[in-house]
């Protein structure tokens, strides 16, 4: 596979070549031929967005907004610096998709934001790197140290005149700098937590400059699209839900991993990709797109299509792309108990019911778990949920509250019988379960 | 002022320092308080002032950014700080076996340090790589992945 040809394999089709992340192999096969043809031909910034437009690229970071629109949004006539940022900060819990485009495809996220900061009028781009994954942070590096040797960075890209340099930023160790804004004022040196919108980072971002931010993904599959035109990767995917896209497959699959396939695929299909559910076992549930999208049945999981529209017809999120998988073993009481922890661990602490909220609802389905639940906490845990909701400054307070609600719409029976029984069904044999 | 930190750590500061506009120069302060950690083992409150001063940041600034991201340590940790990842995704995956054995086998719970101050256990959040998951992380830097508690076993006999 190659970027010669408009395959299906957007973002990770280096992965059947000896030294997947080199130069050498990215430009052999069709690398940067996009961007030299736009710096030749001196593309006006408006048939890129158009192209972008056409081809319905939504964003890979979590809202699945339109990237053309987005792009849109940035002030054409603004004196000073702008900025392209791009967000790797991936620490949802279940995504892992780009760290393997900077292990194995480094080069085309490199061309993608040359390309956005062309398109945007930037005059420098940051890609935020998640702290965890700090051998990738040296790679990336490695990577801009080769594009700039070759001449794709820095002073008078390629004999254009034009003017573009990238750089690394390492996150250390906090979720909520995925959040576009904490990510802005994590690049500023201070503590991460989400600012105020409006303004918006298309007027004021980073250092108060017009910045747009999008995810890794997102910036990798901007080289494909204008290799192949806009109309190429909206066919590839389905209406409003162009190209293919990266799932993440964890859990209880024989073969968890990343699985790049064009949106609209079956779930069924992609749970086939992924080897199945774990052997011997039935599949209970799954997150479809990262621990803050609603959980789903199995039963309708398995009628699903992979999109964005899909999913959330269904009640959930495509969000980035992470599929948990869950099979019969599992207690949805214990399963959600640890998310919940995550949520209070991570809440930034600005806005009191977030703060509070995420720590109040983990003390209640902690003690559920742990056989002290009383029976009105199921309610109580609903309660809280929609005092969370809506009244935060960020989205982290909702992400909270969607595994909560959801968790207990599906599988309440659970959740009384903990707070009924002291105990956990799950995995007792059926001589042992008490009826009711 | 008085150098706190070797001329290695200043250079690959200094590296960090290019990438920002010269008037911005706290945005290479979460970088230099790696760098600093990595030499030093952890933060004091000196460490993180000195890193301030170098970067003409006051140092209240320094020392939040320093609480906030989680793993920076502002007390002494073992030589061989080992993050566990035990968010759901690992989990379902193994982690918590995981876990009990390194536990054990430590003879420590999370967030301790070994008599001998040779490790540190730690619980982690998504480190984004749970497709290989259980995982940990070694002194920040060094990810071990699709472990097993045969696994963590050799792991923690091959650190020195
Ligand atoms: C709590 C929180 C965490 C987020 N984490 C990430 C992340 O790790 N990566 C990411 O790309 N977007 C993340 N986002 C979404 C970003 O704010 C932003 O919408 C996204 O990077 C935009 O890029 P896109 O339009 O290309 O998707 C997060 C949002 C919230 C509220
Ligand atoms: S919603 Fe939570 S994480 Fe977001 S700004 Fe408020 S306190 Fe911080
Ligand atoms: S849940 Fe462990 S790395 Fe994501």
């Keep these: ?62 809202a699945g907004f339109p990237t053309g629109l987005k792009w849109s949004f940035m002030p054409r006539s603004f004196p000073g610096d702008k900025y392209i940022v791009c ?65 794709l960075l820095g002073r008078d890209i390629l004999g254009s005149g034009w003017n573009f340099d990238l750089h690394a930023h390492h996150g250390y160790g906090a979720y909520i700098c995925g959040e576009e804004t904490a990510l802005l004022e994590s690049i500023e040196g201070k503590k991460g937590q989400p600012r105020f919108k409006p303004p918006f980072p298309a007027s004021y971002g980073l250092y108060g400059k017009p910045t747009t931010i999008n995810n890794t993904e997102t910036l990798a599959s901007i080289p494909w699209i204008l290799r192949h035109g806009g109309q190429a990767f909206l066919e590839l995917g389905k209406p409003n839900n162009g190209g293919s896209k990266i799932f993440s497959i964890s859990g209880h699959v024989n073969k968890p991993g990343n699985y790049e396939v064009p949106l609209g695929t079956p779930f069924a299909d992609l749970l086939a990709m992924a080897g199945g559910v ?28 992979m999109d964005f529209d899909a999913i959330a017809k269904a009640g959930s999120m495509l969000g980035s792309g992470a599929v948990i998988v869950m099979d019969d073993s599992v207690c949805m009481v214990k399963a959600l108990e640890r998310l919940s922890y995550f949520y209070f661990e991570e809440s930034c602490g600005q806005c009191t019911p977030c703060r509070e909220g995420t720590g109040w609802l983990y003390r209640i389905i902690h003690r559920i778990e742990h056989g002290q639940g009383r029976p009105e906490d199921i309610d109580e845990l609903l309660r809280i949920g929609k005092n969370i909701g809506g009244n935060t400054i960020c989205a982290l307070g909702e992400a909270a509250v969607g595994p909560v609600a959801s968790f207990v719409k599906h599988f309440r029976r659970e959740f009384e019988y903990h707070v009924e029984h002291k105990r956990c069904q799950v995995g007792m044999s059926p001589s042992d379960k008490v009826e009711g | 002022m008085t150098f706190m930190l070797s001329a290695a750590s200043l250079v690959q500061i200094d590296h960090e320092l290019t990438k920002y506009p ?124 699709h472990l097993t508690p045969e696994s963590v076993d050799k792991l923690l006999d091959d650190m020195k």
């Design chain 1, 1 to 62: 596979m190659s970027l010669n040809t408009p395959n299906t394999q957007v973002c990770l089709w280096t992965l059947g070549f000896d030294h997947p992340a080199s130069l050498a192999t990215y430009t052999a096969n069709g690398g940067y031929e996009a961007l030299k043809k736009i710096l030749a031909e001196k593309t006006p910034a408006d048939d890129i967005i158009a192209q972008v437009k056409t081809s319905a690229l939504r964003g890979r970071g979590g």
């Design chain 1, 87 to 151: 967000n790797t900060d991936e620490g949802e819990p279940g995504t892992f998709k780009d760290r393997d485009i900077i292990r194995f495809n480094p080069h085309q996220l490199i061309e993608g934001m040359i390309i956005a900061g062309y398109t945007l009028g930037a005059a420098a781009g940051y890609n935020y790197i998640h702290g965890e994954i700090f051998e990738e942070y040296h790679s990336w590096e490695a990577a801009l140290v080769e594009a700039r040797a070759a001449g």
């Design chain 1, 278 to 305: 774990r052997t011997g076992h039935t599949l209970k549930a799954v997150i479809p797109g990262g621990s803050s999208a609603p959980v789903l049945p199995a039963e309708m999981m398995m009628s699903l299509t």
């Design chain 2, 22 to 145: 010269p008037e911005q120069k706290q945005s290479a302060v979460m970088s230099a308080l790696r760098i600093a950690q990595a030499e030093l083992g952890w933060l004091s409150r000196d460490t993180i002032e000195f890193v301030a001063n170098y970067l003409g940041m006051p140092a209240i600034a320094a020392y939040e950014v320093a609480t906030f991201y989680n793993m920076y340590d502002l007390t002494p940790v073992g030589r061989h700080k080992i993050t566990l990842c035990t968010n759901l995704p690992c989990q379902l995956q193994g982690a918590d076996q995981v876990a009990a054995q390194l536990q054990a086998r430590l003879g420590i719970g999370f967030g301790e340090t070994t008599a001998d101050g040779r490790y540190t256990l730690k619980e982690g959040e998504c480190m984004g790589a749970c497709g290989h998951g259980p995982l940990c992380l070694h002194n920040n830097h060094k990810m071990h992945d």
